[in-house]
């Protein structure tokens, strides 16, 4: 149980494109998602908390034009970043906290974006 | 606020040797303690977790890890290394309790990558 998928894996863009990632929890609803970015050997940064029918919550230093998040369902997130750029490139992760008060984050594969 | 320290930024061992990968926190609330584990290119995989209840908590694939309050540690221990672990390790922390505007935010260790030699 409490598996969260993401889609795609991978991925490589031109810069200026724009790029959608899923974040979706399987057999569970999650009234809450976080959405990480990770370089290359360093820990995982939050970057916002997405709530289900609300706006998100971005962290400091986050753009919040540039990261778009929509969390539609109990079951969806969706991460865009607009107008990519060859800095963009990076990790992208995703988690899901189960609905009901419980404290455990379950992450999803990860998402590697290339900009070119 | 809160803070995750791991001490060591890489732990190297034999096959068959025991392992320590060093945690300590800080926190202004009651806080959950989680060990995760990261192979290459992939998510995390949550190890164990600490939530105020057993000291000693234990966790999968033989892990274990035990909250001292006095010494603010959270220390992950495995008796026996395989080969299967060599990965990175992370500690994380999050304020206890539920609701809050932190609820549910982790704050992450450093990692540490721990390599296994046969």
């Known amino acids: 149980g409490a598996v969260v998928s993401q889609h795609p894996s991978r991925v490589i863009c031109k810069s200026g494109t724009s790029v959608k990632i899923e974040c979706r929890s399987l057999d569970f609803q999650a009234t809450t998602m976080f959405w990480y970015r990770q370089f290359p050997k360093q820990s995982l940064m939050l970057m916002a908390t997405?709530?289900?029918?609300?706006?998100?919550?971005?962290e400091q230093g986050v753009e919040k034009d540039k990261f778009l998040i929509n969390h539609a369902s109990l079951t969806l997130s969706t991460l865009t970043v607009t107008s990519a750029h060859p800095e963009d490139s990076s990790f992208y992760i995703c988690?899901?906290?189960?609905?009901?008060?419980?404290?455990?984050?379950?992450f999803g594969p990860g998402t590697r974006l290339t900009v070119l | 606020a809160q803070s995750v320290t791991q001490l060591d930024s890489h732990v190297s061992v034999s096959e068959g040797t025991p392992v320590l990968l060093r945690c300590n926190y800080s926190?202004?609330?009651?806080?959950?303690l989680f060990w995760y584990v990261q192979h290459p290119n992939k998510g995390l995989q949550l190890l164990l977790k600490?939530?105020?209840?057993?000291?000693l908590v234990k966790g999968i694939n033989g892990f274990e890890a035990e909250f001292k309050k006095s010494e603010t540690s959270f220390h992950l221990t495995k008796p026996s290394a395989h080969m299967s672990d060599a990965a990175e390790y992370f500690c994380?922390?999050?304020?206890?309790?539920?609701?809050?505007?932190?609820?549910?935010?982790?704050?992450f260790g450093q990692g540490t990558i721990l390599t296994v030699h046969p």
């Open positions: 994380v922390v999050t304020p206890g309790g539920a609701g809050g505007t932190s609820y549910g935010k982790l704050t």
């Open positions: 997405s709530n289900e029918g609300s706006k998100a919550t971005y």
């Open positions: 988690s899901a906290l189960l609905a009901g008060g419980q404290d455990t984050q379950y």
């Open positions: 600490y939530t105020s209840a057993a000291t």
């Open positions: 926190s202004s609330y009651s806080p959950s």
